[in-house]
């Protein structure tokens, strides 16, 4: 019996590894408000977007199946850091200890939040690469950076439908709700709008450093089968 081939290259394992940092940094980044052209926003902004970066390099490079492996990777290590950050936090502090107030603030994630934040995140993250993947298909290597503006503009929606009503649904009116929304789907689209032409020298860079350029032609688009490589 012939063995199946499940390595990865080092290039996609220290991609890998950043896609989680972006993450989790996104966690705890996401307790500082800021102001922006007069609407709030989250630390959280500075970071995220480039978890998208990351998704749509690995699909176009490396293919649906590498970036279904990296986006399932990236919500384990999310979901573990925040898990032990909330059982921290659930210890009672030492005597000497100050910061209890401090530290609730960060990692005392709201459950109702935490898990809006885990569905929009899985939801955003395959979508993005699905729109990424297909849309490969269908114009080869050419018009990247369409598929890139598309498939954050697809994968930030869906994420920000799924995850600001669930958060916020009956503390945020729903006009405030709408609008809060569409500017996160904006900037954050905008941001890859700006990056672009440094995520397209990354891209080529890549492609051929590894010698490869895969097309996901008769494969299985489900999210569920994590070691089909």
């Known amino acids: 019996m012939k063995a199946k081939n499940h390595s990865v290259s080092v290039l996609f394992m220290l991609f890998s590894i950043l896609f989680c940092v972006c993450l989790i940094a996104a966690n705890v980044f996401e307790t500082k408000q800021f102001a922006f052209f007069g609407?709030?926003?989250?630390?959280?902004?500075?970071?995220?977007?480039?978890?998208y970066i990351i998704n749509d390099v690995v699909c176009?490079?490396?293919g649906f199946k590498k970036a279904r492996l990296l986006i399932w990777t990236g919500f384990v290590m999310n979901f573990f850091f925040v898990a032990?950050?909330?059982?921290?936090?659930?210890?009672p502090g030492a005597a000497y200890w100050g910061n209890d107030e401090g530290f609730h603030a960060i990692f005392g994630l709201v459950p109702r939040i935490a898990c809006a934040s885990f569905a929009a995140f899985i939801s955003g993250s395959f979508v993005n690469?699905?729109?990424m993947s297909k849309m490969k298909i269908r114009h080869g290597q050419e018009r990247f950076s369409l598929r890139a503006i598309l498939s954050t503009v697809f994968g930030e929606t869906a994420d920000s439908i799924i995850f600001f009503p669930l958060a916020f649904w009956g503390?945020?009116?729903a006009g405030e709700l709408l609008l809060?929304?569409?500017?996160?789907?904006?900037?954050?689209?905008?941001?890859?709008?700006?990056?672009?032409?440094?995520t397209i020298r990354i891209v080529a860079?890549?492609?051929?450093?590894?010698?490869?350029?895969?097309?996901?032609?008769?494969i299985s688009y489900s999210i569920w089968k994590l070691f089909d490589l």
């Open 39 to 51: 609407h709030s926003q989250t630390g959280g902004l500075l970071v995220f977007p480039i978890s």
């Open 60 to 62: 176009e490079v490396w």
């Open 84 to 91: 032990v950050g909330v059982l921290c936090d659930c210890l």
């Open 129 to 131: 690469a699905y729109v």
């Open 171 to 173: 503390i945020i009116p």
């Open 180 to 198: 809060l929304m569409l500017v996160q789907v904006g900037l954050k689209t905008a941001y890859e709008i700006i990056v672009l032409p440094l």
């Open 205 to 218: 860079w890549v492609k051929r450093h590894e010698q490869t350029d895969v097309y996901d032609n008769d």
